[in-house]
């Protein structure tokens, strides 16, 4: 194993507080997010107020922070987007026609709860408000056209929901590395290049910063998709809030499936290794960054 | 019946040359996302390519030429911007756990073409689109953070999805004329209001300008809706693209059902007279706009 920037106690310290702020973000944009239709809302907050990791907004704060020193308030703004684009995605996931799932971060899914209409009307409005956020909250009109750029373009249909519409096309389909890499990319590693690279512009970075940051969050990103495949072969359904062992149910391509456990292993670690390569010209400020790699990787060991 | 300002032949001639720019403008848009899974993309273009009238992308262009006399190339992305939101509505709403539709715009709907999952993921695509080609297309970036709030909010959460989660809510509760107020300024008149403040944005419009173009479209929206109502109980499937009688099947609250038949044409009537007096400080530029009104009208009567 690397070297340990923080320890992991820290770590998961630090991860608490951010998560903290991301959560009161989110409260204070929806509670400010006036006219909203009261069932709406209810079925918005349900699944944005769930106990999510929050490591996509975390990674927006402390991207923005190892540039520019701290959070500044569009940060916060832009990390509440962030989530909210993964949770409109996670409420849509789940849905009866795509994956089909009863519970996610340890609560019902939103269709479960409010029936399957309110849950694609609230992942719709979900998808919408997180635009009009950055629009409205982002005072400088230059980083708020340029933040709702990177995030449409890294969740959008050359994005997230491609990566969506080839894992649902792989399924059962027995595609190989490549099918699974393009998945993986476009599924999870985009969204989190997307944080990282909004993270930076928040904090005012370099073109040269926003190039690291973009390798730092790829690699994240696809080494966080890696672990989680791990995780759904080798945990329990409490140890993750959502029904375990359903890739292989749904006979979805994995990497322990594509490359085996082992090498599927080695794959996070050079992953890892690689994000924190890509933080080379950034001092102590970014070791949070650095350990969250880390601590990602360690997630599947 | 009030006076034409121009004829309706000349009227019809400005629509389908405005809604040969839109369609352009669409398929050029399509055409640059580079990156788009490709089966995505089919459904993507599938619905936004189906002959749709194009009414709100035409009041965008039309608002930027009543504003600055010419159609700036900004005002034709916005239009296309409306038109991918308008596009996704529509999708979303057919699917069988909303209105459960079958034919749109004269062919299947989207989810029975593809399939609801790849419906669900396309309507996304085209929403999440929108916001990336104001994001990207218009140069001016105090400009295109307007659009994208004016655009969001209008969409969103507390606009046109409020007025689809009414619209369901009410179906078979009988509510009266307030709730139906509220399902047609939500669901369709903001959606016309946001398309007229965007063309006058794109045309460098004054705030008294905004200002009275906001009333022209929530006037012209209405409108729209209490002529769409009215067709429903009137007119046949084949006439209109879509499922005939479908409103009163489904028990959806409508201003025939109400307050009859000719209280609804008389509304009609009183908000084509309100949107052409919120224009009373546009010069003979303005005259599509005025015409639009009374054409919507007509469609009714």
């Known amino acids: 194993m690397t070297e340990q920037y923080i320890s992991s106690d820290e770590f998961k310290g630090l991860l608490a507080g951010a998560a903290g702020q991301v959560n009161s973000a989110l409260a204070c944009l929806l509670e400010k997010h006036a006219g909203i239709h009261s069932d709406l809302k209810r079925a918005m907050a349900y699944s944005l107020e769930a106990p999510g990791k929050r490591i996509r907004g975390a990674m927006v704060l402390w ?9 500044m308030p569009g940060a916060k703004a832009a990390a509440g987007a962030v989530e909210m684009v993964h949770t409109y995605s996670l409420v849509h996931d789940d849905l009866p026609s795509l994956d089909d799932d009863d519970m996610r971060r340890g609560q019902p899914t939103c269709h479960k709860a409010f029936g399957e209409a ?9 998808l919408t408000f997180a635009f009009e956020v950055l629009a409205v909250e982002i005072s400088d009109a230059e980083a708020a056209s340029k933040l709702i750029s990177v995030l ?17 096309a792989g399924e059962k389909s027995g595609g190989g590395l490549e099918m699974l890499e393009y998945i993986h990319t476009n599924k999870t590693a985009k969204m989190f290049e997307a944080a990282a690279v909004m993270g930076g512009i928040c904090g005012g970075a370099s073109k040269e910063q926003i190039s690291d940051l973009r390798g730092y969050g790829m690699a994240v990103g696809l080494g966080f998709q890696v672990a989680d495949d791990i995780l ?16 292989a149910m749904q006979e979805k391509i994995t990497y322990p499936a594509v490359v085996g456990l082992d090498e599927s292993k080695r794959i996070a670690n050079d992953l890892a290794d690689k994000a924190i390569e890509s933080l080379s ?3 102590g400020k970014a070791d949070v960054l650095r350990q969250l790699s880390i601590e990602l990787l360690s997630r599947s060991r």
Chains 1, 2 share one sequence.
């Open 63 to 71: 991207c923005c922070e190892a540039v520019c020193g701290e959070i």
């Open 152 to 168: 449409a373009k890294a969740s959008g249909g050359a994005g997230m929901i491609a990566g969506q519409v080839a894992d649902i």
């Open 118 to 126: 309110m849950a694609i009307l609230a992942g719709d409005a979900l």
């Open 232 to 247: 759904d072969v080798s945990a329990s359904s409490e140890e993750l809030g959502k029904t375990a062992g359903k890739d």
């Open 281 to 283: 010209s950034f001092d």
